[in-house]
Nanobody, 122 residues
Framework: QVQLVESGGGLVQPGGPLRLSCAAS????????MGWFRQAPGKEREFVGS????????SYANSLMGRFTIFRDKARNTVYLQMSSLKPEDTAVYYC???????????????WGQGTQVTVSS
């Protein structure tokens, strides 16, 4: 079993930054891929990006590349989503997920956190 706990969500003004954290626990993560997804009100959940636990492979949704950065701290078993130049359309519940393959497909992730709300508004 894997437990994932997101934190760091909140209200941020347009143009501002925000960093989300995903703390992982439960088993060794050396072969794990960590993904970030988001779900805006009335929309389907969408892929944000992913990172292998080794950090060797990082992927992003094309539309978010350049504003969002994913990195991890192996010592803390934590993956981060650094967001910058936030826009109102980035408002969503953000989820982290764990799987075994590098993929943007939601169903390929086996474990999910509870999500954290990000609201971009003035």
């Amino acid at each position: 079993q894997v437990q994932l706990v997101e934190s760091g969500g909140g209200l941020v003004q347009p143009g501002g930054p925000l960093r989300l954290s995903c703390a992982a626990s439960g088993r060794p993560f050396s072969n794990t891929v960590m993904g970030w997804f988001r779900q805006a009100p009335g929309k389907e959940r969408e892929f944000v990006g992913s990172i292998t636990w080794t950090g060797a492979t990082v992927s992003y949704a094309n539309s978010l590349m350049g504003r969002f950065t994913i990195f991890r701290d192996k010592a803390r078993n934590t993956v981060y989503l650094q967001m910058s130049s936030l826009k109102p359309e980035d408002t969503a519940v953000y989820y982290c997920a764990a799987g075994m393959v590098v993929t943007s497909t939601e169903k390929d992730y086996d474990y999910w956190g509870q999500g954290t709300q990000v609201t971009v508004s003035s």
